[in-house]
């Protein structure tokens, strides 16, 4: 299955927008549309970084082992969201390990063919060069979420996320507290006494692994996000 960049809703939001016409033939002559499954990995840790991956929907983890061998989830990349950006680096590796949370679509652009469209042409050097502080303040503001003990807003944070990719499927966010403790960075535990806390509050509807928004701006605000910033 492909997908042609033209028809893609991303197409603002991505390198496609920045580059000309002739290189916007040449992108989707070279780049890959791809789908995965939940759990399912787009690429590992310690592997050539061969390529970038552009998520058209869904949402992705990204891990990384610690000293024990454990894997640690460090940051999340969902719809228009670009990662694998070692590629642009030669002879890179992957610094962390991609994992599908929900069904994924993405695009893969080989390195040769995104060093290529950079070379000539200054606009897409500067989206990529913000592209690559926006991922470094991602995980900064990990390292603070994480280092700040604010457990409430890391979980509101990745119920978040997912329900923007849910919401979009008419779907409730289906995900166990051991996957959604994973990605906000705390216990199984904490996650239960969260969850009940906000259905008590009628914040979200909970039933097993469904978890359902009920009031959009009060989890926005306790994750720490404006809702006029929101697209």
């Known amino acids: 299955m492909e997908k042609n960049c033209e028809s893609c809703g991303c197409r603002e939001k991505c390198l496609y927008s920045y580059l000309r016409s002739e290189d916007k033939d040449i992108l989707n002559q070279k780049k890959f549309f791809r789908q995965k499954k939940q759990g399912e ?3 590992e840790q310690g592997f050539h970084a061969g390529s970038l991956y552009m998520i ?3 949402v992705v983890k990204m891990t990384k082992e610690n000293r024990h061998g454990n894997p640690i989830t460090i940051s999340t990349a969902q719809c228009c969201t ?12 992957y610094k962390s390990t991609a994992v599908c949370v929900t069904d994924v679509s993405f695009c893969i652009i080989p390195r040769e063919g995104n060093v290529n469209l950079l070379k000539e042409n200054y606009k897409a050097r500067e989206w990529f060069v913000a592209q690559y502080y926006q991922h470094m303040e991602t995980l900064s503001n990990r390292v ?5 003990g604010d457990v409430k807003m890391r979980i509101a944070n990745a119920i978040w996320v997912l329900h923007r990719y849910y919401s ?3 779907k409730c966010i289906e995900i166990t ?3 959604l403790a994973d990605i906000a960075g705390t216990s199984r535990e904490t996650v239960s006494r969260t969850l009940t806390a906000l259905k008590t509050k009628k914040v979200l509807h909970v039933d097993g692994k469904c978890i359902r928004i009920l009031k959009e701006d009060a989890i926005a605000k306790l994750a720490g996000i404006k809702m006029s910033e929101i697209g």
């Open 41 to 43: 990995t787009l690429y």
């Open 144 to 148: 603070r979420d994480l280092m700040s």
């Open 177 to 179: 507290r051991e996957e």
């Open 82 to 93: 670009m990662t694998g950006l070692e590629s642009l680096q030669t002879n890179a590796v």
């Open 168 to 170: 979009s499927q008419k």
């Open 56 to 58: 058209n929907s869904g």
